[in-house]
């Protein structure tokens, strides 16, 4: 399998290694809403309120962080946002509450411009055709160490105190940013955006998207599939619990998910690195929609997993395919703010997901399973159809990898960002998951994190 990997630059591995560390101390937002509910003494609805502005946050941040990578260098913009976000996270425990409830949001969107900056930073580094095994390299890490993550979160809560989870999560943030300082060398960052090759910034970003039809389909399918996928952090508990089944139940879930992406991640990224982007990408859907259609006849151990592993392998054939297909389709000029769109695309569901899917569990909780499975099966069919429409690669034009105002100079240049911004991300991924088990504040909770990972 590692042959596959060989067009995967070393230091990505090296990186790989400090995003799973990173990601193992990255537990504070399993645990922000019981926190807020507990030592802090917030009611559900004031803490759910926080944890979800939290969210607006971080989607906020995975829409801009790239935009400003584009202008200002994605190195600067990654080490701005780490120190801002490690600081920030380090001194939360210490604020009083307003103040904690009002710098919570920024926090979280200095996580989604770390993100976005990293996703930049790969892409620029990283030639075309081993994206994908990049990406999942960093992905595979990140999952890892999350979940190692909130058990050892909730040994640190119960023998110390939840203050030092926060500090321990900040203090980690700073010195991956430390890290990051002196793996990617500042020579290799730019300060301002690439030339176009007109010799000025090119067409508006608004302009290169029209010209890439195939891509904004697939914008809009993740957007609607994100907000399916993200029912396993609120609305599924819940209906878990209605059927008899305690929280247990659902962790194991949960933790079966994790498995099946640490397990296949790796070995599906090298088997389909040669296979059309948008084909791989619209099979995933079609099996996210599959996963939602084992729940309408009921709720059950069998079904469950079936769902979970059913999710699990869509989850890693669309993810990270994805992700290197923007990369692949940016211009030289904008990858910044192409991966900005998906980032923020990507992680929709962080906001939208719980209100969402909550409102319609309440209303009518038989059409719940059956729309998310009709969703996921049509974003995953416009996708296919698109594959089989789209012109050959290249014909839209892609960046050129390093092409970024120089910051493709460097391997590590690529990859020190893919240190921070991935943790990061990832640790938001499954945060939600932790605060939808606390029962009332389950579907405000979920909006805390989005990486899942990119």
């Known amino acids: 399998m590692l042959r596959g990997f060989k067009d995967v630059p070393r230091v990505v591995w090296i990186l ?75 001194c939360l425990p210490f604020l009083p509450t307003p103040l904690l409830c009002v710098l ?3 926090v979280q969107y200095a996580s ?19 994206r994908r095994q990049a990406y999942a390299v ?15 979160g909730a040994l640190v809560a119960a023998g110390l105190s939840y203050d030092w989870l926060f500090v321990a999560d900040g203090v980690g943030t700073l ?14 960052a730019a300060h301002t955006p690439a030339a176009a090759p007109d010799g000025g910034l090119g067409r508006g970003v608004t302009a290169e998207l029209r010209a890439r039809p195939a891509l904004l389909v697939l914008l809009a399918a ?14 599924l508990p819940i209906f878990l619990a209605d059927h008899g089944f305690d929280i247990r139940v659902f962790g194991l879930v949960i933790a079966l998910n994790g498995g099946v992406v640490l397990l296949l991640e790796l070995p599906a990224a090298v088997a389909l690195r040669e296979r059309p982007p948008l084909a791989v990408v619209g099979t995933g859907l079609l099996l996210v929609g599959a996963a939602h259609a084992a729940l309408i006849a009921g709720a059950g151990i069998a079904s469950a997993a079936v769902m979970m592993v059913l999710l699990s392998l869509g989850e890693i054939l669309y993810k990270t395919t994805a992700t290197a297909y923007v990369a692949d389709q940016a211009p030289a000029h904008a990858i910044g703010r ?11 569901g962080v906001v939208l997901a719980a209100p969402l899917g909550g409102a319609l569990y309440a209303a009518a909780p038989g059409l719940l399973w059956p729309l998310c499975a009709a969703l996921a099966a049509g974003a995953g069919v416009a996708v296919l159809w698109t594959s089989r429409r789209a012109p050959r690669p290249g014909r839209w034009g892609t960046g050129t990898p390093g092409a970024v105002g120089g910051e493709g100079a460097g391997v590590a240049s690529a990859t020190g960002g893919a240190g921070a911004g991935v943790a990061s991300a990832t640790r938001g991924e499954g945060a939600e998951a932790a605060s939808a088990t606390r029962g009332a504040g389950a579907g405000a909770a979920s909006a805390t994190r989005g990486a899942t990972v990119t």
């Open 338 to 348: 192409f991966q900005s769109l998906y980032a923020g695309v990507s992680v929709s």
């Open 112 to 130: 989604g411009v770390i993100r976005a900056a990293n996703s930049a930073l790969v892409a620029v580094t990283v030639p075309e055709g081993a």
């Open 16 to 90: 790989a290694a400090g995003v799973f560390v990173n990601a193992v101390v990255g537990f504070t937002f399993v645990f922000v809403f019981v926190y807020l509910v507990g030592p802090r003494g917030l009611g559900a609805a004031q803490a759910g309120l926080a944890v979800g502005v939290g969210g607006v946050g971080l989607v906020a941040g995975n829409f801009t962080g790239g935009w400003y990578g584009d202008r200002f260098g994605h190195r600067r913009v990654l080490l701005t946002a780490a120190a801002f976000g490690g600081l920030a996270l380090a």
């Open 222 to 235: 993740i957007l609607v599939v994100d907000v399916v996928y993200r029912q396993q952090y609120s609305t």
């Open 104 to 106: 919570l949001p920024a």
């Open 138 to 152: 960093v992905r595979c890490a990140s999952n890892g160490g999350f979940t190692l993550g909130p058990p050892l």
């Open 175 to 188: 010195v991956l940013a430390v890290w990051t300082a002196r793996i990617v060398p500042a020579r290799g």
